[in-house]
């Protein structure tokens, strides 16, 4: 049950029942008090409830593939199995067959990000955590902002500084004459609109993944105890609160996906030029 569910209840207890209405869920519920503040070099720091749910998420599933590794046979136990079917989808389904032979070196590096991402997704239908770390937006920002220095950093170096501008500002096959305005755009595409939609597209389905279930929770329990008819539907919403949990396991899995499977497709476009 979520810091709402409890704060809804203690009203309602407060209260006596229905009186106060509603309390819809807000904003608030990402942005939880300090557990503990510092300061390094003048930068003020606070750690939150959100960032011990992303410690223990990255904690849980570097321990989980460790030990998937440890113990490593050719005849794979179950945990090894599913070590190595997660990585072969990242390795043969992203990195080989979207970058392509050259792909192969960037595999640890996207199995990597594939599999902090689901980790941390996963925290959204926890018990006891039941928020995403990822629906915070900074830390989608950062995914976004090593993804876009990776794969600038690789179309210099396997291009060169000035053929890969030039790649990045003229598409192949447009008028010259329509490049005073199609270079402008691809421009702001490539450099700025790839890693803040990267950055978006986490952040806000996580975001509203979690709003929508924290509605349905919060009205199932506040219709048990506003103390009129309206019980009957208490069931009703705690049934699209569970219907609701499998379809964000659906986008739990498919966020990190497509998180990844972009990064190689913006890795290719370093790798192998346009023209």
């Known amino acids: 049950m979520t810091s709402s569910a409890h704060a809804l209840i203690d009203v309602l207890a407060a209260e006596g029942g229905g009186d106060s209405g509603f309390q819809s869920p807000t904003i608030a519920e990402f942005y939880p008090p300090a557990v503990a503040e510092f300061s390094v070099l003048g930068i003020?720091?606070?750690?939150?409830?959100?960032?011990?749910?992303?410690?223990?998420?990255t904690a849980a599933i570097l321990t989980l593939l460790v030990l998937a590794a440890r113990k490593a046979s050719v005849v794979p136990n179950k945990l090894q199995y599913l070590g190595e079917s997660g990585y072969s989808l990242v390795r043969d389904?992203?990195?080989?067959?979207?970058?392509?032979?050259?792909?192969?070196?960037?595999?640890?590096?996207?199995?990597?990000?594939?599999?902090?991402?689901?980790?941390?997704?996963?925290?959204?239908?926890?018990?006891?955590a039941q928020i995403?770390?990822?629906?915070?937006?900074?830390?989608?920002?950062?995914?976004?902002?090593?993804?876009?220095?990776?794969?600038?950093?690789?179309?210099?170096?396997?291009?060169?500084?000035?053929?890969?501008?030039?790649?990045?500002?003229?598409?192949?096959?447009?008028?010259?004459?329509?490049?005073?305005?199609?270079t402008p755009i691809e421009l702001l595409q490539v450099f700025i609109i790839r890693p803040f939609t990267l950055a978006v597209r986490l952040f806000a389905n996580m975001f509203a993944g979690h709003m929508?279930?924290?509605?349905?929770?919060?009205?199932?329990?506040?219709?048990?105890?506003?103390?009129?008819?309206?019980?009957?539907?208490?069931?009703?919403?705690?049934?699209?609160a569970l219907v609701m949990t499998f379809f964000e396991l659906l986008v739990i899995l498919l966020q990190a996906y497509v998180f990844?499977?972009?990064?190689?497709?913006?890795l290719n476009g370093a790798v192998e030029p346009a023209h």
């Not at 720091?45 to 011990?52: A, D, G, M, P, S």
């Not at 996207?110 to 941390?120: G, P, V």
């Not at 990776?150 to 030039?166: S, T």
């Not at 009129?228 to 009703?236: C, D, G, Q, R």
């Open 44 to 57: 003020d720091f606070e750690i939150t409830r959100i960032t011990i749910i992303m410690w223990i998420a």
């Open 93 to 128: 389904g992203m990195a080989r067959d979207v970058i392509g032979p050259k792909g192969l070196p960037f595999a640890p590096f996207l199995a990597s990000l594939f599999f902090f991402i689901l980790a941390n997704n996963f925290m959204s239908i926890f018990p006891f």
């Open 132 to 182: 995403s770390p990822n629906s915070r937006f900074a830390i989608p920002l950062v995914l976004a902002v090593i993804v876009w220095v990776l794969y600038n950093y690789i179309g210099i170096r396997e291009q060169g500084a000035g053929r890969y501008f030039k790649d990045a500002a003229i598409p192949p096959g447009v008028p010259k004459a329509a490049l005073i305005l199609v």
């Open 212 to 240: 929508l279930l924290v509605v349905f929770s919060l009205g199932a329990v506040y219709l048990l105890n506003v103390g009129n008819f309206s019980v009957v539907f208490a069931p009703l919403s705690f049934l699209m």
């Open 260 to 266: 990844v499977i972009l990064t190689a497709t913006y």
